[in-house]
């Protein structure tokens, strides 16, 4: 079980949390308030359900459920678990 | 002395120990304290102590610890029997009574023992093969695959034993308490670190028992001695005996799990008897030791054939015998070892070499040694008679009792590879070793390869030391350790005749391995599936080795190329009870409770736990049934007036001025008319176009906003809306607070409502004009802060009051006085369901059910063509507007006296046995009072065009069928007056 650090909470075990995946995948669009999506099909349909599985260093989501509820990017190798970094996703201006 | 057939006067750890009595299989028999249930049963020269998995032959005691893969027994609890508990692993008490298993009547006469002639004809991957052909065969088999085979049976009882856990945080934890563990622990204690230093046995340093090097000037077993000693003084170093490292996982978090007692708890004795660690470690530090393998030759199960190391150390330990004319087997010095001790203390020992020479300290002890021999077979079914020896004079029958296997060691990996690592095949030794480790965990001693003694003191003290910063000391020095001849080179397996058995637990032997591999399996992980190889209680401890060496053989490949399966933990059975610890049914999770809570108590509701909330299903009155109390709640709403609790919905509260427009992205419809003092009901899809949660949002005020969710969706809605927030739209000005548990919220509900409201609105303007359905006040109600918003889940004129929980009883019981006059009472869960279900609202969980879009249950208007929204993309994808996509409709019986069956598949007329071209489901089904018929919402196969079909509503588990009609969704009041007016 992995120890995360929280850049609020400190070292916290990993069942404190939740996973929320790649951080690095964006949508294939640009969110807009306004006006129709123009989404190529093909594309969107592989942003939902592809996702590639890396063996080694990673960035990935994670959310402090049991904490303080902030969203973390933390980079982190697949095999050996070691983690190299952690910060709040909405970053230094977040809060 | 007791249990004297074969006790030694003055042997063992505690000679002279107490008397203590115990039962097996219904017989008497006496052991003495610090004996295993093993040790006692063979000190009374119990020899067949379990019957086999599939053959039901005779089994004896094989090892002396948790490799024990035969002596598997029942244990007497109060509460019934203990199942498949290792007998080496079972510390005796007075009055332990134990039974054999998987044998009727009993192990010595077994019924079922034809098995074993009858073996032929059950091939290896039998259990597989009868699934294929011919067809039918498993249904033949199965009953009696169910009866014979197996190990012991489960108890039933609710067990009455305590369980406890525990956390710890240490900077060094050590796995086995031998001379690498001893010496590990001695260094990093020394330089004042944290230490647990842990071992399965009830005492430390039995790695030492009968060496006769000396350790700093000292006997070894004296050093040890003195270590634990000195160990048990040092503030930082905690010792766990009887306790085994379960499984390690990553960032040095271990389970530990301790046995705290054997014995039944005496009356009023509140003590556990496990307790489970969860240890979050600095370092690991593993000194588990190895695990001497069995030989295979013909007959190598029967009863008084065990590994040398444990015949041995029945007499090192507890001065036990295990037999008086003993043949070794060995391939290597350390069975010369075990055969001087057994011969000191009296047994007539021959020593069976398969190498031409090696050391002579079991000769100098008195043994017969002959070289370049071995066993090629064992007569006696219960109990070792006489040995057939192959030797360079020939082959011959030697008589004997008991047959000692050295066929080398297994260093024991498991806890090394439980976070991934490989272990590596080292052919010059013949074992797996330890390959890459990651930082902060170390093999050191016999589990990485290590077996001369001063090299094994060495790497523990340096494992200990390490990283640390405390002070040094220096490692233990040795004098007069032997030095080890090499092992000899592995014997052909395949040359074993008869039936030579590689797993005992599992009745695998070398020809099933061939066989399986014959039929084309050669992953070691398959091999081990169908052949059932390692995957008994003891995970293959004792067998897997030599398992992996005969698919090698059979395979004709190096040992290295087939590698071991994984290990995984647990490491040793986890009693269930540990892993539950406190968490009885009631502390499972958290139970959360409303302000209301004792107010329906005391109002006789019915309880009903709904996810971690614990709401009423219903009020009872004298003596309804459950039907006539929810028919009664029902009507109450619809023809007079009713309050619910509903204060398990989610609450969010929103600030800043881009609330708007985060609503307009993340429901389906547009916001951006809303007013202050109006809410609006939303639905919220997944980025996959899935209907994820919904609810209505009121505005507050200018930039304030409050969102209701879903009781279940609370926590993920906030997260996902936190998620886009934090990762996506950080430029966007709202803040998100979820405040559920800090508001107490009650529905008003009926066309009386309004009047109930009158008398307690503290001069608020509820008139239809002034608060207009979809609007919200903030004011006080009875004098208590409070929001008043007009929504509406039950078809009815309602009132949603929210207050601050902590005066959410208060409010409750106002509301009820106030509607004194109108004898208004309140309704539950249940009878909510009804109401809407009369609507014809869905429910997330229930009818949107995360394969359902917005136009499934008929929400298709409310998706903006205008404006982009989470999920509006996939909304686009062609799989969503397929015409037999499941679509929201209404059910009701054709002859409205029939019930609707639970559970129930929509199936065609004429094909009413078909079940598996259903045509959809039930979803949500409840006798309306108000129609005086069943109604159901149902998810049908292109269902928005098939309103007016007749179907059959089937339930096959239950064997009920109900023809039924298909409707719209919306069985009452579809305009929706009633709410508006």
Not at chain 2, 59 to 71: F, M, V
Not at chain 2, 215 to 242: F, K, P, Q
Request: glycine share 12%.
């Amino acid at each position: 079980m992995l120890l995360i650090p929280c850049p609020v909470c400190g070292e916290r075990p990993e069942d404190e949390f939740g996973f929320g995946g790649d951080a690095t995948v964006q949508p294939p669009v640009t969110d807009s308030a306004s006006g129709q999506a123009e989404v190529d099909i093909d594309g969107f349909a592989d942003y939902l359900y592809l996702r590639e599985n890396p063996k080694g260093r990673h960035t990935e989501l994670w959310v402090h459920r049991y904490g303080c509820r902030r969203w973390l990017v933390v980079e982190r190798d697949t095999v050996t678990h070691e983690l190299y970094s952690s910060r709040l996703a909405a970053g230094e201006g977040g809060e | 002395m007791t249990g004297s057939a074969r006790r030694i006067e003055g042997a063992g750890l505690h000679p002279g120990a107490d008397e203590v009595r115990f039962q097996f299989d219904g017989r008497a028999y006496r052991g003495q304290a610090g004996d295993s249930l093993a040790s006692a049963l063979i000190a009374n020269n119990v020899r067949v102590v379990a019957r086999s998995f599939k053959y039901h032959r005779p089994r004896g005691i094989t090892g002396i610890g948790p490799e024990e893969a035969t002596g598997l027994l029942a244990i007497e609890r109060a509460t019934g029997d203990e199942p498949n508990t290792r007998a080496t692993t079972v510390e005796l008490y007075e009055g332990l009574s134990a039974r054999g298993q998987n044998a009727w009547p009993s192990v010595n006469f077994d019924l079922s023992a034809w098995l074993n002639l009858a073996s032929p004809l059950f091939p290896v991957g039998f259990y597989y093969k009868t699934f294929m052909a011919p067809a039918g065969a498993w249904m033949f088999y199965e009953h009696l695959i169910r009866r014979v085979a197996g190990l012991g049976t489960v108890p039933e009882a609710v067990d009455t034993e305590h369980y406890t856990s525990t956390h710890a945080h240490t900077d060094v934890l050590i796995a086995g308490g031998g001379a690498a563990g001893l010496s590990a622990a001695l260094a990093a204690g020394r330089s004042g670190a944290r230490v647990i230093l842990v071992d399965e046995n009830p005492w430390l340093g039995l790695g030492l028992l009968g060496e006769d090097a000396r350790i700093d000037g000292e006997r070894a077993s004296d050093w040890a001695a003195n270590a634990i000693a000195a160990l048990s003084v040092m503030d930082n170093v905690r010792i766990l005996t009887r306790t085994t490292v379960a499984g390690r996982y990553e960032h040095g978090f271990v389970i530990l799990c301790e046995k705290v007692r054997e014995a039944p708890a005496g009356r009023d004795d509140p003590s556990p008897r496990w307790r489970l660690w969860k240890v979050r470690a600095g370092r690991v530090v593993l000194a588990t030791g190895a695990i001497e393998r069995p030989l295979v030759f013909a007959n190598n199960d029967r009863p008084g054939v065990m590994t040398a190391s444990a015949a041995a150390g029945y007499l090192l330990r507890h001065g036990v015998l295990p037999g008086s004319r003993i043949v070794v087997a060995t391939e290597n010095d350390s069975g010369h070892a075990a055969g001087a001790h057994l011969a000191q203390a009296g047994a007539q020992v021959t020593v069976l070499d398969r190498r031409d020479t090696g050391t002579a300290i079991a000769a100098e002890a008195g043994a017969t040694v002959e070289w370049s021999s071995g066993v090629l077979d064992i007569k006696g079914a219960r109990g070792v008679r006489a040995a057939r020896a192959a030797t360079p004079k020939g082959e011959r029958w030697l008589d004997c009792d008991l047959v000692a296997m050295a066929g080398g060691w297994s260093p024991a990996l498991h806890l090394y590879a439980h976070t991934g690592g490989k272990p590596v095949w080292d052919e010059a030794r013949g074992m797996f070793v330890p390959g890459v480790s990651e930082d902060g965990v170390i093999c050191v001693g016999a589990s990485n390869g290590s077996f001369d003694l001063a090299d094994v003191l060495r790497q523990g003290h340096e494992a200990g030391l390490a990283g640390g910063s405390g002070a040094t000391s220096p490692a233990p020095n040795v004098e007069g350790a032997r030095s080890e001849k090499a092992s000899a080179a592995f014997a052909n397996l395949s040359d074993a005749g008869g039936k030579a058995f590689v797993d005992l637990q599992g009745d695998v032997t070398v020809a099933d391995l061939s066989l399986a591999v014959r039929e084309g399996y050669r992953s070691i992980e398959h091999v081990k599936r169908y052949t059932t190889l390692g995957m008994g209680t003891d995970q293959g401890k004792l067998g897997n080795v030599n398992g992996v060496r005969a698919i090698a053989e059979a395979r004709g490949e190096d040992v290295s190329a087939i590698g071991t399966t994984r290990f995984r933990p647990p490491y040793v059975p986890l009693p269930m009870g540990a892993v539950a610890a406190h968490q009885s049914p009631d502390l499972r999770h958290p139970m959360r409770r409303t302000a209301a809570h004792d107010l329906h108590e005391e109002a006789g509701c019915v309880w009903l736990h709904a996810g971690a909330w614990l709401r009423p299903q219903f009020y009872r009155q004298g003596t309804e049934t459950d039907l006539e109390a929810v028919n009664r709640e029902v009507m109450a709403v619809r023809e007079n007036v009713s309050i619910v609790d509903v204060s398990t919905l989610g609450k969010i509260e929103m600030a800043g001025p881009d609330c708007i427009e985060f609503l307009n992205r993340i429901y389906t419809n547009g916001w951006s008319t809303l007013k202050i003092g109006m809410g609006r009901y939303g639905i919220m899809l997944r980025e996959d176009g899935m209907v994820f949660d919904d609810g209505v949002t009121m505005r507050l005020a200018e930039d304030h906003y409050v969102m209701s969710t879903t009781s279940g969706g609370a926590g993920a809605v906030y997260e996902w809306m936190t998620r886009l927030l934090e990762t996506r739209w950080s430029d966007l000005r709202v803040v998100l607070t979820p405040v559920t548990e800090q508001w107490f919220a009650a529905a008003l509900a009926g066309p009386k409502a309004r009047d109930v409201l009158a008398r307690v609105c503290d001069g608020l303007d509820v008139s239809n004009e002034g608060l207009p359905f979809m609007a919200g006040r903030v004011g006080t109600i009875a004098g208590i802060p409070a929001r008043i918003f007009r929504i509406s889940f039950s078809g009815e004129l309602s009132y949603e009051i929210n207050v601050p929980a902590d005066r959410g009883a208060e409010l409750w019981q106002a509301l009820l006085e106030a509607g004194a006059p109108e004898n208004m009472e309140p309704y539950g869960l249940e009878s909510m369901g009804v109401l809407r279900l009369e609507k014809g609202h869905f429910v997330i969980g229930r009818e949107a059910e995360g394969r359902t879009n917005p136009d499934d249950i008929g929400l298709g208007r409310m998706v903006s063509s205008k404006k982009w929204f989470i999920g509006k993309e996939a909304l686009g994808l062609p799989e969503m507007t397929v015409p037999n996509r499941r679509q929201l409709v209404g059910v009701v019986p054709v002859d409205p006296s029939q019930r609707i069956p639970y559970s129930a598949h929509l199936v065609l007329p004429d094909r009413p046995d078909e079940i598996g071209g259903a045509q959809g489901w039930i979803a949500s089904l409840a006798y309306s009072p108000t129609l005086g018929h069943d109604i159901a919402l149902a998810l049908l196969e292109g269902g928005h065009d098939r309103i007016g079909e007749a179907l059959i509503a089937s339930a096959p588990i239950a064997g009920k069928k109900t023809p039924v009609t298909v409707v719209a969704p919306h069985f009452y009041d579809h305009e929706g007056s009633r709410q508006i007016g």
